[in-house]
C-alpha cells in the first residue's frame, strides 16, 4: 500500500479547498495593512472562493521585479524579515526570501512521494548558491531525515567520488545530469547505489526516464520555482503532477487575469498563504493545464500536466510589441467567441500577423471589426481568419511566433 | 561592557578543564566499543588530564585519509549516522561529516565575538559545496537569528548587486575577497553597508584589518577546519585567538605525538569530545603556539597566536623521504638534548643537511654519535652542529628546507 507523507495527501477535496479559503481569509486582513498589498488588491474583503480570487490582479514577474527595485528587498511584500531565514537572487534580477524552519519550500511531500525515506543519502547536485535550488532540495532531504551530500552542480569526477565514498540511494538534480553520472559510474565501474531521483528545472524525456527505470532508478519530477519552491511533484502514479499542500494553484489564459476552463492549456497561477512570503495570484510564467479526476495514488490534491512551455509570448512585431494581453482586449471587444491565436510569419522580408479566431459562424463583416479592433489595439495590420468553436490547438499559445530563428 | 554568547565563555578556567575530562570520560566508553576507536587508542581507561591524554596517539591527516579509505565513508571513527546531517569532501580526499541540530561547527560564538547580533543580514561568500566552509558559517548566523544572503565566492559584480539590493551588515569569507567587495563597491558607488566581518581561510595581513577599520568594517579572524569546524577566534580585544569551548588543544612538536611547553610553536591537537564527530587528538597539521595569561575581554579559555604555517614538514633529500618524526627519534636516542632543526639546503648541485641541536655543552663526542644516529634513521648523510639552549628559532620548524623552490 503507498504509504502517505501525512494525512493532508488524502483529505476530502472539499474539505482541503474550504481549509485554504479559510486560512487565505484569516492572513489576508495582516496582508491588506501592508501598503504594497493593500494598492495592489485594493479589495477590502479576502476572497471566499475561486471566483472570488479570480477577480484579484494577478501579478507578473515584470511586475514584481518593478517592485523590488523600487522598494528592497521584497518589494514590501514580506510581512517581516524576522521570518526569513536566506535571500536568494535569480536572473531577472528576482529577489526571493526563504522562510524560517524546517522545509520552507515545502519540498519534503515532493522527497517523499519520490520515494526517499529518513536515512537514505541524497547527493543533492542543484547549486546552493545565489538561487534557492539547491537549499529547496536539502533543507527537504534533512527534514525527512536524510542526510545530504551537498554536491552542487558539474564535476562529473568528483560526483562520482562522492557515490563511491558515500553510497548515496538518493538523486536531487536534472534530468540531464543524472544521465550523466549513471553513465560515467558505468565507464568507471564505480557502483551506482543511487535507486531514486527526485528531478527538476528541465524536461525529462520519457525515454530517458524508461532508461534509468531499466537501469535500477526510479525517476520521478518535481515543479518547482524560486518564488514558491515546490508548486507539483509526480507520485508512483506516473498521471501528472499533484499540486503541493497550502497552494491554490488556478490556470489563467496568458496576458490576463482570467482563468480558463479546466483541461484548458494557460499559465499557472498560484496563491500561497503560509509562511514568510505570502503571494496571491502570483504568475509563474509556465503553461500547464489541470487534469479531471484524482490520482490513483490515493493523492487528492488537484493535478496539472507537467511543464507545457513558457507562458510569456511577448513578441516584437515590426519593431512593436506584441503581448498576449492585447489580444485578450482584441477579443473582449467581441463578446461571444472562443480562443484567439495570433500567428506571426515572415513573408518577403516583412513580419506578417493572421489572428485566427474560434467563432460560432464565419460571418466576414465580424472579421472585418476585428481587423479593426486589433489595428487599434496593436497599431500593426493583421489578417483575420474565422475558424470554428474548439478547433484551435489547446497549447496555452495566443501568439504563435512562427518566424525563423536568427 | 563586553556582551558573551553565553556564561561558557567566562567560566573558572579549573571547571572548564575538569568539566571536559569529565565530559570525555563519559563518551570514551562508547568510542572504545568502537573496532576503529579501540584500535587506534588500545588503552582502557579514559585520560583523566592532560598528562594522561598526551599518551594517546595523534591522529593525523594521513592516516585518517588512510582509514576512510579502508573503511567509507568516515574510517569507522563516527558513532553512528544517524547524527549526520550533511557530507563534505574536502582535498586529499577527506571526508567530513556534519552533524544534526543548530549550529554543528560550533561557529555561532566566533560570530558573536566578531560582533554579529540576530537580525544582522550576513553575505556570505564561502562556497556550499563539496567542503564545509559556506555551512560552517551559513549555520552559525542561522542559530545567532541572523539571515544569510548565500552568496558564494566570486563574481564581485553579482555581490555588488546583492550588496545594493539586501544591504548586508555582515561579511564572513576570506580576507582578500572583503577588501575586493570594498573596493569594488566604492569604485561602483555601491553603499557599502558591511560594518562587521568574520574573516579565515587565509592570512589577515595587519595593514589590511587597519584599512578596513578605517573604512568603517571591524574584522575579526576564525580559525577553522573542514574536520572540526571553528578551533579558535578572535574577541575584540585582538590578542591572540580564544579556544572554542568544548575543545581540548594541545600543541605538540611537529610529527611527535609530545606537547611542547607553554609559548612553544607546534603543531595543533584537537580532541573534540561533543557532537557526531568525536576526534581524539586530532593533528591538524597547522603550527601555532599557546599564549599565557587570559583575554582582556574576559573570556577565560586559553588562546592561542594565529596560525604560523603548516606542520606538515616533510621533504625529499637525495630522493628520499625525510619526516620531522624521524629527527625526534634521533633526538630521543640522546636524552637530555633541547631543540633540533635540520636545515636542508642545496650546495654543489647536491642536497645537504645540517642538523642543529640544543646541547647543555658542545662536546665533539656528542656531535658524532648524533651524526651516527641521523645516517642509521635517514639513511642519509648530515653535518651536526651543536649550539647552546633556547637558540634556536621558536618558529614550531623541524625540518627548514632552505632550497630554492623551482
Request: one cysteine or more; charged letters at 20%.
Amino acid at each position: 500500500m503507498t504509504t502517505m507523507y501525512d494525512s493532508a495527501d488524502t483529505q476530502d477535496r472539499a474539505i482541503r479547498e474550504a481549509a485554504l479559503f479559510a486560512r487565505l481569509g484569516e492572513r489576508f486582513g495582516a496582508l491588506m495593512v501592508m501598503p504594497a498589498w493593500a494598492a495592489r488588491l485594493s479589495s477590502a474583503t479576502a476572497p471566499v472562493d475561486r471566483a472570488a480570487l479570480a477577480r484579484l490582479p494577478v501579478l507578473r514577474k515584470t511586475e514584481l521585479m518593478a517592485l523590488q527595485a523600487a522598494h528592497p528587498p521584497f518589494g514590501g511584500l514580506v510581512p517581516s524579515m524576522a521570518d526569513v531565514g536566506r535571500l536568494f537572487m535569480s536572473p531577472g534580477p528576482v529577489y526571493e526570501p526563504e522562510g524560517a524552519g524546517t522545509d520552507p519550500w515545502g519540498a519534503a511531500r515532493a522527497l517523499y512521494a519520490a520515494g526517499f525515506r529518513g536515512g537514505d543519502i541524497v547527493q543533492n547536485t542543484f547549486g546552493y548558491t545565489l538561487t534557492p535550488g539547491g537549499f529547496i532540495l536539502d533543507s527537504a532531504a534533512r527534514a525527512l531525515g536524510c542526510p545530504v551530500i551537498p554536491a552542487g552542480p558539474g564535476n562529473t569526477e568528483t560526483q562520482l567520488q562522492l557515490i563511491r565514498q558515500f553510497r548515496p540511494a538518493g538523486y536531487t538534480g536534472t534530468p540531464d545530469f543524472l544521465k550523466i553520472l549513471a553513465d560515467g559510474a558505468a565507464k568507471a565501474e564505480v557502483a551506482f547505489t543511487i535507486t531514486k531521483a527526485l528531478v527538476s528545472g528541465a524536461y525529462l524525456p520519457p525515454s530517458l526516464r524508461a532508461e534509468m527505470a531499466g537501469r535500477g532508478v526510479s525517476v520521478r519530477q518535481a515543479y518547482a520555482t524560486a518564488d514558491l519552491g515546490v508548486i507539483a511533484y509526480e507520485s508512483e502514479a506516473l498521471e501528472g503532477l499533484i499540486v503541493n499542500e497550502g497552494l491554490l494553484l488556478e490556470i489563467v489564459r496568458p496576458g490576463t487575469d482570467d482563468p480558463v476552463p479546466d483541461g484548458e492549456v494557460g499559465e499557472v497561477v498560484v496563491t500561497r498563504i503560509g509562511g514568510a512570503y505570502p503571494l496571491v495570484r502570483f504568475g509563474t510564467g509556465d503553461l500547464s493545464a489541470l487534469m479531471s479526476g484524482t490520482s490513483p495514488c490515493g493523492r487528492t490534491a488537484p493535478r496539472i500536466k507537467g511543464w507545457m512551455g513558457r507562458a510569456d509570448q511577448r513578441t516584437k512585431v515590426k519593431g512593436m510589441f506584441v503581448d498576449p494581453a492585447q489580444i485578450d482586449t482584441v477579443l473582449k471587444a467581441h463578446p461571444g467567441l472562443g480562443r484567439a491565436r495570433l500567428v506571426v510569419s515572415r513573408a518577403d522580408e516583412q513580419d506578417t500577423m493572421l489572428l485566427k479566431v474560434e467563432a460560432p459562424t464565419p460571418d466576414p463583416a465580424l472579421a472585418a471589426r476585428l481587423g479593426d479592433t486589433l489595428r487599434d489595439i496593436l497599431k500593426l495590420k493583421g489578417a483575420i481568419e474565422l475558424v470554428g468553436p474548439g478547433t484551435l490547438p489547446n497549447d496555452g499559445k495566443v501568439i504563435d511566433d512562427t518566424r525563423p530563428v536568427g
